[in-house]
C-alpha cells in the first residue's frame, strides 16, 4: 500500500473569498490552495439534462472541480466506497486524487464545471475500464 499524505486526500477545499459589494471573488493558487502544480484547465458546460460526464479514472492526474455556476454531483468511487459530492458554489471545490473512478451528474441547466489538471492531457493516462481500475488499485 502506497503511503497517501494528508494533502493528497479526496476532499473538499474551500477557496479564499472576497467580499465585495461590487461582486465577490475568490481565487485557486497552485501549491497554495490545491495540492498540485497546474498545467491544464478546462470547463464542461452546456451538458444536455440527464447527461453524465466522467466514467474513468486516471493514472496520474489529480484534479480540482469547481461548480463556476448552476450545480452538480461528483460520484467518487475508491474501489471500496462510493461518496458523492454536491458542488454548487464557486467558492470551494473538490479535490480528487489519481486513482479516483468519478463520474459527474445530475447537472443543473447552464452549469459550468471548471477543471484544473496537475498533467497535460494524454489519452493513456486514462483508465476507462472498471475492472482494470479495480485491479490497479488492487495492486497498490
Ligand atoms: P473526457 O475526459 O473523456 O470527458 P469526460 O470525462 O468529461 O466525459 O474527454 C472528452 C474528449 O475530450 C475526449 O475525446 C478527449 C478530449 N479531451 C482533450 O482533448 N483534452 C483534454 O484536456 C480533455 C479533458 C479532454
Known sequence: M???NA???????????????????????EMKNIP???????WIYD?????????????ETQEFIVALSGSFDVVIDDGKTKQT????????GLYVPKLMWRQ???FSTNSLALVVASTEYKADDY???YSEFLRVKNNE
Open 85 to 92: 459530492f454536491s458542488l454548487n458554489r464557486s467558492y470551494y
Open 104 to 106: 459527474m451528474i445530475n
Open 7 to 29: 494533502e493528497d486526500k479526496l476532499r473538499i477545499i474551500n477557496l479564499p473569498k472576497i467580499l465585495d459589494r461590487r461582486g465577490n471573488l475568490s481565487i485557486i493558487e
Open 36 to 42: 498540485f502544480e497546474i498545467k491544464r484547465s478546462f
Open 127 to 129: 483508465i476507462r475500464d
Open 2 to 4: 502506497s503511503k497517501i
Open 47 to 59: 451538458v444536455p439534462g440527464g447527461e453524465t460526464r466522467g466514467g474513468h479514472a486516471y493514472k
